[in-house]
């Protein structure tokens, strides 16, 4: 079987083991399943593997930009000086 699928690492881990390692069919097709290398547990599609991947890229710019929003729409209270 391994010689139909890859292996990679995913920065949120398998819901039932944890495990980072998962593999996917070599051809990583978008509606391929992942599944877990250590468990063989299904844990979701190639695609939203691969989204998973570029959200935990984004998440810190987003992450500030949406601390910076959220200032606006608040009252804060005044800093300490
Ligand atoms: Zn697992």
Known sequence: MTDFSTEFRMPKGCPSCGSHLMRVSKARDPDDKVFCASCNSYVCLYRE????????HKSQAEDM?????????????????
């Open 49 to 56: 593997a691969e989204d998973r991947l570029d959200n935990d």
């Open 65 to 81: 930009i949406e601390k910076v929003t959220n200032k606006d729409e608040r009252e804060l209270p005044p800093k300490r000086s």
